[in-house]
């Protein structure tokens, strides 16, 4: 058995570095990037006609490829004492099974990402990091851990890069297969440019937080050496998440694409990817060479001790972020920016944005989610009218600038302690000949009258957002203060 220059006992192969396997992981990735600018530009210039099930086939195919090239190159390049096929292949599946039992789950459905985490540059930034980055790494974590990690086949530095760049891979085929079969195909070359960015920036980040686990299997590594992997895995992926948003453009269509998708965000996820393999190799070069110096704590071969405490420090932070990504999701969500104009106080949702017309008392925005908007209008009360008179202006006004205008039924109600008169509406805009489309609407009016003055505040929204936008209307009714 190897032992420093202190005379401690290593790992037998603490002080062992297969250069290879770098090498291979990093020659991977750029033949990923390789064969996707040959599906681009065989779907550019052939453009092949697929629809239906034969583009769902294909998509799925597709959304496999970066795993399999990624194992069959490692395989090819890395002849020395690689890693057992079936060890790795159980390593990707198992990441797989778990990023769809749980990874998805948490970010798609528990916290329901995609409806608020563009709302502001803030939330975007703490969500992503908290949230999207926390829980990618976590099942990261629990797949090398609890599945590899204690095996006789993990006995070197660089296997934790090879199990958690596999495992990285089974996160991102995850999330590449529920892209396909949500959208029941994809466009084949942007499709793959976005399954290939997935997969360059999980395979990347799984190789990251597989180099703290490979550390600490061979050395004696403090109780926060996992969490820290794990703290800068998360970071650096919810970064990641925020640039990708910046850089790339326009969305993946359904069948055929007449042009060339932009490469921005497949050309970030292969720096990250060629940073991540550069920065992994130099970190291992730097503690093979502290290991041979006795500078580097010596763990001996069958020492377990503190795994465990370092596992439970590592699900102690994963809880931690968790309830950070609560308390984002809550002040996206539920956060209120307050108002006051006219004698009139209230509050709206905070991503809302304010852009109050001549004529209006306030008019707020949802421009990053479902379009609704919410107006507040106040006006003179004329010759005594009543809530029906004012009622029947609205709709008179209405119907002389919308091609359809249909009130759909009205109630009593209450406004800051007032009777009012609540109404649904719903109505066409815009086309005829030469014009566009005519746009559906639905909308809803509380009337009030208050100290003279008639008050109406109204919701409109597309008719399929209504149900979603009704609680945050009726939450900002009930706070309005005359």
């Given at each position: 058995m190897a032992k420093t220059q202190a005379g401690g006992e290593l790992h037998p192969k603490a002080a062992f570095q297969r250069r290879n396997v770098l090498a291979s992981d990093l020659?991977?990735?750029?033949?990923?990037?390789?064969?996707?600018?040959?599906?681009?530009?065989?779907?550019?210039?052939?453009?092949?006609?697929?629809?239906?099930?034969?583009?769902?086939?294909?998509?799925?195919?597709?959304?496999?490829?970066?795993?399999?090239?990624?194992?069959?190159?490692?395989?090819?390049?890395?002849?020395?004492?690689?890693?057992?096929?079936?060890?790795?292949?159980?390593?990707?599946?198992?990441?797989l099974a778990l990023a769809s039992?749980?990874?998805?789950?948490?970010?798609?459905?528990?916290f329901r990402v995609r409806d608020w985490l563009y709302r502001d540059t803030l939330t975007t930034l703490l969500g992503a990091i908290?949230?999207?980055?926390?829980?990618?790494?976590?099942?990261?974590?629990?797949?090398?851990?609890?599945?590899?990690?204690?095996?006789?086949?993990?006995?070197?530095r660089c296997d934790g890069v090879v199990?958690?760049?596999?495992?990285?891979?089974?996160?991102?085929?995850?999330?590449?297969?529920?892209?396909?079969?949500?959208?029941?195909?994809?466009?084949?070359?942007p499709g793959e440019i976005f399954i290939a960015e997935v997969a360059l920036a999980h395979a990347a980040l799984g190789g990251l937080l597989g180099y703290f686990l490979g550390r600490a299997k061979m050395q004696h590594e403090p109780v926060w050496w996992m969490s820290l992997?794990?703290?800068?895995?998360?970071?650096?992926?919810?970064?990641?998440?925020?640039?990708?948003?910046?850089?790339?453009?326009?969305?993946?269509?359904?069948?055929?694409?007449?042009?060339l998708p932009s490469f921005s965000g497949l050309l970030l996820s292969g720096a990250l990817a060629a940073g991540m393999s550069l920065l992994v190799a130099a970190l291992i070069r730097r503690d093979v060479r502290l290991t041979l110096a006795g500078r580097m704590p010596p763990r001996a071969a069958d020492a377990d001790a503190g795994d465990g405490r370092?596992?439970?420090?590592?699900?102690?932070?994963?809880?931690?972020?968790?309830?950070?990504?609560?308390?984002?999701?809550?002040?996206?969500?539920?956060?209120?920016?307050?108002?006051?104009?006219?004698?009139?106080?209230?509050a709206y949702p905070s991503y809302y944005t304010s852009d109050t017309v001549p004529g209006a008392l306030l008019h707020v925005t949802d421009s990053l989610g479902s379009g609704a908007e919410f107006t507040i209008a106040v006006s003179p009360l004329e010759n005594g009218q009543k809530l029906?008179?004012?009622?029947?202006?609205?709709?008179?006004?209405?119907?002389?600038?919308?091609?359809?205008?249909?009130?759909?039924?009205?109630?009593?109600?209450?406004?800051?302690?007032?009777?009012?008169?609540?109404?649904?509406?719903?109505w066409a805009d815009g086309g005829g000949l030469g014009r566009s489309m005519p746009q559906l609407k639905q909308g809803v009016d509380y009337i009030s009258i208050k100290s003279g003055r008639a008050v109406v505040i109204s919701l409109a929204a597309a008719p399929d957002r209504m149900q979603e936008?009704?609680?945050?209307?009726?939450?900002?009714?009930?706070?309005?203060n005359f």
């Open positions: 020659v991977a990735f750029i033949a990923l990037i390789g064969f996707v600018a040959l599906v681009v530009l065989i779907d550019h210039y052939l453009k092949p006609s697929l629809d239906g099930q034969w583009l769902m086939l294909a998509g799925l195919a597709l959304a496999l490829v970066p795993a399999i090239l990624w194992m069959f190159m490692f395989y090819r390049l890395d002849s020395a004492q690689p890693e057992p096929v079936t060890d790795v292949a159980r390593v990707f599946v198992i990441g039992a749980l990874g998805l789950p948490l970010t798609d459905q528990f908290f949230v999207i980055g926390g829980v990618q790494a976590i099942v990261v974590f629990i797949t090398v851990r609890f599945f590899i990690y204690g095996e006789p086949e993990f006995d070197e199990y958690g760049t596999a495992a990285g891979l089974g996160y991102a085929t995850a999330m590449n297969l529920q892209f396909i079969l949500a959208n029941h195909g994809a466009a084949i070359g992997g794990f703290a800068l895995t998360a970071l650096i992926g919810g970064l990641f998440t925020v640039l990708l948003g910046q850089v790339e453009e326009g969305v993946i269509s359904i069948g055929a694409n007449a042009a370092a596992t439970g420090a590592v699900f102690g932070l994963f809880a931690v972020t968790l309830v950070a990504g609560l308390l984002v999701w809550n002040a996206a969500v539920n956060g209120t920016t307050s108002f006051h104009a006219d004698g009139v106080r209230g029906q008179d004012i009622a029947a202006m609205l709709a008179a006004d209405r119907g002389s600038r919308y091609a359809v205008y249909k009130v759909l039924d009205s109630a009593a109600a209450t406004v800051d302690g007032s009777p009012a008169l609540r109404q649904r509406y719903a936008v009704m609680p945050l209307f009726t939450r900002f009714v009930n706070s309005l």
